[in-house]
C-alpha cells in the first residue's frame, strides 16, 4: 500500500520535473531520474532504476519541436515504479499495463497545460507594452502552475484513488496467462523500439563507422571485463581480503573514456576544418541526408 506521504512527495516530484525540463533542465525531468526518485520514495532503488531507464531507453529518439507534446515517460516511470513497488507488479509489466498508457494519456493534460499558460503570456505581453517589470516577473511565476498541475494533479489522483484499480487490472491479466506473457515481452521490447527510433533520425549513414566501432568496442570490453568479474569472484571466495566490487564499474569507465577520445578527435578535426574554411571561404550548398538544403545563404 501507498503511504500518504509517498503520495505527497511523488506529486511534489511531479510538478517540480516538468518545471525543470522546461527552465533549468538539470535532467531531473527525464524517465531514468524520475525512477531513480519514485525508487527512493518507495523504498525499491532497484525498481525503480530498472523502469526509469527501459523507459528513457524508449525515449531516445523522441523530442518536441515548438509547440509539440510528446508522451510523458517521466510521469509514467513514477506510477509504474510505486504501484510496481506496492502492488508487487514485475517491473516489465508495469511498463507495459501502467507506464505506456500513462505517458500515452498524458499528452492530454501536456495540451492543456499549454493552452492555460497563454493567459500569463497575454498578461505579460500588456505588462511589457508598460514596462511594469514586477508585473512581467509575477505572471512567469504564475505561468508555472498550469504546468505543474498538468502532471501533478494527474499523478496524485492516480496514486491516491487508482491502487485497488491498478490492483484489480493487473490480477484480471495475469489470470490471462499468454496476455500478460505478451505484454511482458512488449516491455522488454520498448527499450529496443527507443533505440531504433533514435538510429532512424541520427546520421547514422555518414557516420556509420562510429556505429560499427561503438558496437565492437561495446561487445569486447563487456566480454573482457565479464570474464575479469568471474575471476574476481573465484578469487574473492579464495581471498577474504579481495574485494571484486569494483570491477563491475569497468565496462562502462572503459567505453567513456574511448568515447571521450573519439568526440576530443572529432571535435579537433571539426575546429581544423573551420580554420581552414574561414581562410578560404567557398559559396556552396551543402545538403542533408533528407536532400534539404542546410545552407541559408542562398
Avoid at 505561468?143 to 493487473?170: D, I, K
Avoid at 534539404?292 to 542562398?298: A, K, M, P, V
Wanted: a negative charge; glycine letters at 10%; proline letters at 3%.
Amino acid at each position: 500500500m501507498i503511504q500518504w506521504w509517498q503520495i505527497v512527495l511523488l506529486t511534489l516530484y511531479s510538478a517540480y520535473q516538468i518545471c525543470d525540463e522546461l527552465t533549468v533542465n538539470t535532467s531531473a525531468g527525464s524517465p531514468v531520474f524520475a525512477g531513480f526518485i519514485a525508487g527512493l520514495i518507495m523504498g525499491d532503488l532497484q525498481t525503480g532504476l530498472w523502469i526509469g531507464g527501459s523507459l528513457q531507453l524508449m525515449v531516445l529518439g523522441v523530442g518536441t519541436f515548438g509547440g509539440a507534446s510528446r508522451i510523458d515517460a517521466t510521469s509514467g516511470a513514477v506510477l509504474a515504479t510505486a504501484f510496481s513497488v506496492a502492488q508487487g507488479i514485475k517491473p516489465e509489466l508495469a511498463i507495459s499495463t501502467i507506464a505506456v498508457p500513462v505517458a500515452a494519456l498524458m499528452v492530454y493534460t501536456d495540451i492543456l497545460g499549454r493552452f492555460s499558460t497563454t493567459y500569463f503570456a497575454h498578461r505579460i505581453d500588456s505588462h511589457v507594452a508598460q514596462f511594469n517589470y514586477k508585473g512581467i516577473e509575477r505572471n512567469y511565476l504564475l505561468g508555472a502552475l498550469p504546468w505543474a498541475l498538468s502532471r501533478a494533479l494527474p499523478v496524485f489522483l492516480a496514486l491516491a484513488l487508482g491502487g485497488g484499480f491498478v490492483e484489480m487490472l493487473v490480477k484480471g491479466i495475469q489470470n490471462v496467462q499468454w496476455f500478460a506473457d505478451g505484454l511482458t515481452l512488449a516491455g522488454k521490447m520498448l527499450p529496443g523500439l527507443g533505440f531504433a527510433i533514435l538510429l532512424h533520425y541520427l546520421p547514422v549513414k555518414r557516420n556509420w563507422h562510429y556505429l560499427a566501432l561503438g558496437f565492437a568496442i561495446t561487445a569486447i570490453l563487456t566480454t573482457i571485463y565479464t570474464n575479469l568479474m568471474t575471476v574476481g569472484g573465484a578469487l574473492a571466495t579464495v581471498a577474504k581480503h579481495f574485494d571484486a566490487t569494483p570491477l563491475k564499474g569497468l565496462p562502462m569507465i572503459g567505453i567513456a573514456i574511448i568515447g571521450a577520445a573519439l568526440a576530443t578527435i572529432h571535435y579537433k578535426n571539426g575546429q581544423h576544418l573551420a580554420k581552414l574554411q574561414a581562410e578560404q571561404p567557398v559559396q556552396t550548398a551543402t545538403l542533408s541526408e533528407s536532400g534539404e538544403i542546410e545552407d541559408d545563404e542562398l
